[in-house]
Nanobody
Framework: QVQLVESGGGVVQAGGSLRLSCAAS????????VGWFRQAPGKDRDFVAA????????DYADSVRGRFAISRDRATNTGYLQMNDLKPEDTAVYYC?????????????????WGQGTQVTVSS
C-alpha cells in the first residue's frame, strides 16, 4: 500500500507561482510513476502532468506545457509540480496519483493510489 499526501496549494495572483508536493510513504517510491490531475468545481478530473518511475520521461497537458514542470526526488520520496505563470483557469483541487506501471498514463484509472488533494486558487 502507498500513501500519498499533497501540500503546497494556496491562493496566488495571476502570473504567480506555486510548487505542489506529493509525499509518498509505504511501498517503494522509486518504482512509482507519479501523475498530477486537477478538478475544478462541476468539472471532471483532468490530467495535468506525469513522470515515470526513473524520472526520465514526462508528459504534460497542452494547457500547462511550458508553464508547469513535474519532477521527483528519490531521496525524500516526494514528487513535485512547479507551477509558473498561473492563470485563473488553473484554479482547481490538484491531486497526485501513483502507480507501479512502466508506462505513463493520462487516465485516472491509470493510477492506483491517490492523495486527498490540495486547493489552488488563482485570482485575476
Amino acid at each position: 500500500q502507498v500513501q500519498l499526501v499533497e501540500s503546497g496549494g494556496g491562493v496566488v495572483q495571476a502570473g504567480g507561482s506555486l510548487r505542489l508536493s506529493c509525499a509518498a510513504s509505504g511501498r517503494a517510491f522509486e518504482s512509482l510513476a507519479v501523475g498530477w490531475f486537477r478538478q475544478a468545481p462541476g468539472k471532471d478530473r483532468d490530467f495535468v502532468a506525469a513522470i515515470n518511475w526513473a524520472g526520465t520521461t514526462t508528459d504534460y497537458a497542452d494547457s500547462v506545457r511550458g508553464r508547469f514542470a513535474i519532477s521527483r526526488d528519490r531521496a525524500t520520496n516526494t514528487g513535485y509540480l512547479q507551477m509558473n505563470d498561473l492563470k485563473p483557469e488553473d484554479t482547481a483541487v490538484y491531486y497526485c496519483g501513483g502507480d507501479y506501471s512502466l508506462a505513463l498514463s493520462r487516465r485516472e484509472d491509470g493510477y492506483e493510489y491517490w492523495g486527498q488533494g490540495t486547493q489552488v486558487t488563482v485570482s485575476s
